[in-house]
């Protein structure tokens, strides 16, 4: 590897960061959450921000005062999903799991140290919880995602995002206590999938299955996601096994050279 940083890299680093933030809610971010979030400097971001909107990588809307994705960001999404043709993998598996349990069904991607949900599939039940939606992030092990994932990533893996756990988890940590973290991979190595008992959001439980790629490795996961007595623990393996089944359904047809 050569040591030489390559020239530009900060900036494209910042740039990909602040896409990141506004990108994970629909209505955006305003300048102070883009500022406290990323820890750049006020003139900066607006800086990057003014220079991503010239180029049509960004929006910002006059009403609200909110930067969003611009027009150029749904034209690279659209010839990048040509690539990877996971919504027809994966949506014919949320929509089952949401009619068959009246919950809202998710798909998540693991990206470095986090999850992203990429696609929603809403359930019939009135009463839903809004934690999770496209484009939102966590850290990896936080969410019934993200700890689907890395219940089952190989032991050093693990290792090392538990052994910088109050830093990786960030504002979630104190809600997630290393403890309780640890002993909810155990558990979810045991059962084959994961619960969220209401730590991101108080009443707000998830259940997510973990979805293997062609090494075995597991880089997705589908999740559930209601309130609380929507997810007792009489339905939790009635929830569990459906979520197994479509995981294993996307890890296979994901290994025929045909998903590739």
């Known amino acids: 590897m050569n040591p030489t940083p390559v020239q530009g890299a900060q900036v494209v680093s910042r740039i990909a960061g602040l896409l990141r933030i506004v990108g994970r809610r629909p209505e955006g971010s305003s300048l102070v959450e883009l500022v406290r979030e990323s820890g750049l400097t006020r003139p900066t971001v607006h800086r990057l921000l003014a ?35 996971l919504e027809d993998i994966a949506r014919p598996s949320l929509r089952r799991l949401a009619e068959e349990t009246g919950e809202s069904a998710f798909f998540s991607v693991r990206r470095g140290s986090e999850t992203v949900c990429l696609l929603r599939e809403e359930g019939s039940f009135p009463v839903r919880s809004f934690v999770l939606h496209e484009g939102v992030r966590f850290p990896l092990g936080v969410a019934s995602a993200g700890t689907a994932i890395l219940a089952f990533l190989p032991e050093n893996e693990q290792k090392q995002v538990l052994s ?43 259940m997510g299955a973990a979805v293997f790629d062609q090494a075995n490795r597991p880089a997705w996961a589908l999740s559930l996601t209601g309130i609380e007595p929507r997810f007792r623990e009489d339905r939790q393996e009635f929830l569990g096994r459906l979520l197994l089944e479509e995981a294993h359904r996307i890890s296979a047809l994901l290994r025929t050279p045909s998903a590739g």
């Not at 049509?56 to 969003?68: E, I, K, Y």
């Not at 640890?182 to 108080?202: C, D, F, I, M």
Request: aromatic residues 8%; charged residues 15%; without cysteine.
């Open 164 to 206: 910088g756990w109050p830093v990786h988890a960030g504002k979630f940590a104190e809600g997630h206590p290393e403890a309780l973290v640890r002993a909810n991979l155990k558990q979810t190595r045991q059962l084959g999938y994961s619960v969220n008992p209401g730590l991101v959001l108080e009443g707000s439980w998830g």
């Open 51 to 85: 220079s991503l909107a010239a180029e049509g990588l960004l929006d910002h809307d006059a009403r609200t005062g909110n930067w969003v994705l611009g027009p150029e960001v749904l034209l690279m999404g659209s010839v990048a999903s040509a690539r990877f043709p």
